[in-house]
C-alpha cells in the first residue's frame, strides 16, 4: 500500500513539474526582441519589461477595437481614437512594444505610449509626428477605460466571442487556437476584471482628457499599499527633449516631474516602467532598452519653431518685435526658465506661483517614504531620490510652440492667455486637436473651431483644473506681451 502511495505522489510530482516546465517554455520564457542600431524604434517601440503585467496576447490586442468600439473615446477610430500616432507600414502604433513570452507575442505600452506628440501648421497638412513629445493627443485614460469596461462586462469577453473575432482576420494553427481557448482567454478575462477592480478609484474623479494623466496615484494605490485618498493628481503629460542639456545646466541639482518629487534621471524612468507594469524580473531584461531610452531622451530635440522672420504667412514674425521679446524674457522668464537661471529645474513654492495645487497634494511624505523603501518580493529596487515638495519645478521653455496648453494641468490653452490675467482667461476650451494657433502660440482650441468636433471639452471649474497663477508677464503693456509673445513662438 506504501508502495503504491509513493508512485502516486512520484507521478504527481512529475506531473507538476511537466506543466511548470510546459508555462515556462510556451507562456513565460522571455524571447528578445529583434535588435536595433535605431534610437527611434527603442524609443517608440522598445519592451519596458511590463510583459508579465500589462502585455495581451497579440490577436487580442487586435480585436479589442473592433469587439468593443463602443468602448473607445471619440470617433472610435480603432486605436486612433486613443491618439497614438501611427506610422505608415508599422505593425503597431507609437508606444507599443511587442514581445514574445514563451511562443506567444505579447503587446503592451512602453514610455512613448504617453510621450509622443503631432502637430500640423494648416489644416489640411496630415499630421507630423513628434517623438517624445508632449503627448497632447494621447488619451491615457480612455486606453484604461476601454480595458476597465471590458472587466465590468466579462461575459461578452467570451472564448466563443473572441475566437470568432480572432479567426475572421487570421487562420491560427490548431495549437495556437487551443492556447488562445482554453488558456489565453481566460487568463486575459480575469485580467480585465482585475483591472476593473484596481482602477475603480478613477470612477470618483474627473476625467484626465488627452494629453493629461493622473500619473502616480495608480501607484500609491497599487505597487505601495496606501489608501484612496480622494486626491486628484490630473497633470500634463511632459515632453522629454533634450534632457542630458538641460540637466548638464544646473549643477547636479535638478528636480523631475512637475513638482519635483524625484531628482534622479534614472530613477525616473525605472519608476515610470513599474507604474506600467515592469516588475524585477522583467527589469532584468528591459535594462538595456531603459538605458537606450534614457540616453534618447537626453539627446532627442523639439523639432525647429515654424515662427521666423522668413516663414511665410501667419508664421512669420517681425525681427525687431523678437528681439524685444528676448529682452523682456530676460528680464521676466530667464531666472526660472532658462537653462543655468538661478532658480531653472527648481520648485517654485506654491504661495508663489499660485496654480492649481491639487497635483502638489496627491504626493505625500508617506507615498515619497514607501517608494524610497519600495520592494518587490526581495528586491531592492535603492531608490535614494523620491521626495514631498510644496510648489511646482519651473521647467526649460524650448519647444514652447508644442508644449500647449500651458501650466501643469493644461489648464491656459495658449501663450497669449497665460500672458492674461486670470480672470481674463478661458474658462472652457477644447484640448486634442493638433493644429497649431499661429496667431496666439499653442493649439487651436477655441469653440466652434475644429478642435471642437476632434477634441474633448477642458473645464477649469472642474477640480484639478483651475487656471489661476502664474501672474508672470500679466502686468505687461499689450504691445509688450505681444513683443514677449513673438520671441516665445521662436523657442
Known amino acids: 500500500m506504501i508502495g503504491v502511495l509513493q508512485r502516486c505522489l512520484a507521478g504527481f510530482l512529475a506531473l507538476i513539474v511537466v506543466l511548470i516546465v510546459f508555462a515556462w517554455f510556451v507562456l513565460l520564457r522571455p524571447v528578445a526582441q529583434p535588435p536595433t542600431n535605431d534610437p527611434l524604434q527603442t524609443f517608440d517601440h522598445g519592451s519596458i519589461g511590463n510583459e508579465t503585467q500589462q502585455g495581451l496576447p497579440y490577436w487580442i490586442w487586435r480585436v479589442l477595437p473592433t469587439m468593443f468600439p463602443e468602448y473607445l473615446p471619440g470617433n472610435q477610430d480603432g486605436y486612433g481614437s486613443i ?159 533634450n534632457l542630458g542639456t538641460v540637466l548638464a545646466d544646473t549643477d547636479g541639482h535638478y ?55 522668413t516663414a511665410a504667412g501667419p508664421y512669420r514674425v517681425d525681427d525687431a518685435e523678437i528681439q524685444q521679446g528676448k529682452a523682456l524674457y530676460e528680464t521676466h522668464c530667464a531666472a526660472c526658465h532658462e537653462p543655468g537661471g538661478a532658480r531653472f529645474r527648481t520648485v517654485i513654492p506654491a504661495a508663489e506661483i499660485g496654480t492649481d495645487r491639487h497635483r502638489i497634494d496627491m504626493w505625500t511624505e508617506e507615498a515619497a517614504d514607501r517608494y524610497t523603501h519600495y520592494r ?66 499653442g493649439f487651436v482650441s477655441e469653440a466652434g473651431t475644429p478642435a471642437e468636433r476632434y477634441g474633448t471639452r477642458y473645464d477649469t471649474t472642474v477640480p484639478g483644473n483651475g487656471n489661476g497663477g502664474h501672474l508672470y508677464g500679466t502686468d505687461l503693456s499689450d504691445p509688450d506681451k505681444q513683443r514677449l509673445l513673438a520671441f516665445l513662438k521662436t523657442l
Not at 503592451?108 to 517623438?131: I, M
Not at 525605472?270 to 527589469?283: C, K, L, N, S
Not at 494641468?409 to 486670470?422: I, K, R, Y
Open 83 to 241: 491618439g497614438v500616432y501611427w506610422v505608415g507600414g508599422e505593425e503597431l502604433p507609437v508606444g507599443f512594444s511587442k514581445k514574445t513570452l514563451g511562443v506567444i507575442p505579447r503587446v503592451a505600452p512602453n514610455c512613448a505610449f504617453c510621450h509622443q506628440g503631432s502637430y500640423r501648421l494648416t489644416p489640411d497638412a496630415p499630421p507630423t509626428l513628434v517623438p517624445a513629445g508632449a503627448g497632447s493627443r494621447v488619451n491615457v485614460q480612455g486606453f484604461i477605460r476601454l480595458l476597465v469596461a471590458i472587466g465590468r462586462h466579462p461575459e461578452r469577453f467570451s472564448a466563443d466571442n473572441v475566437m470568432t473575432a480572432i479567426t475572421a482576420i487570421y487562420d491560427m494553427p490548431w495549437w495556437e487556437r487551443l492556447l488562445y481557448r482554453y488558456l489565453l482567454i481566460p487568463a486575459v478575462r480575469s485580467a480585465f476584471v482585475a483591472q476593473a477592480s484596481r482602477f475603480a478609484w478613477m470612477d470618483s474623479r474627473p476625467d484626465w482628457g488627452p494629453g493629461r494623466i493622473d500619473p502616480f496615484n495608480p501607484v500609491k494605490f497599487f505597487n505601495l499599499h496606501l489608501p484612496d485618498d480622494g486626491t486628484i493628481g490630473n497633470s500634463d503629460i511632459v515632453p522629454l527633449w
Open 376 to 441: 518587490e518580493g526581495d528586491y531592492n529596487w535603492g531608490f535614494r531620490a523620491f521626495h514631498k515638495t510644496n510648489g511646482y519645478v519651473a521647467t526649460e521653455l524650448t519647444g514652447l510652440w508644442l508644449r500647449g496648453p500651458y501650466l501643469h494641468n493644461g489648464s491656459v490653452p495658449t501663450m497669449a492667455d497665460l500672458l492674461a490675467p486670470p480672470a481674463a482667461r478661458p474658462q472652457s476650451f477644447y484640448r486634442g486637436y493638433d493644429l497649431i494657433d499661429a496667431a496666439k502660440g
Open 255 to 309: 528636480s523631475l516631474h512637475w513638482d519635483g518629487l524625484n531628482s534622479n534621471l534614472r530613477e525616473t524612468a525605472v519608476a515610470g516602467a513599474i507604474g506600467d507594469g515592469m516588475d524585477y524580473q522583467g527589469f532584468t531584461a528591459a535594462g538595456p532598452a531603459l538605458d537606450a531610452i534614457i540616453d534618447f531622451v537626453r539627446l532627442q530635440k523639439p523639432p525647429p519653431s515654424p515662427f521666423s522672420t
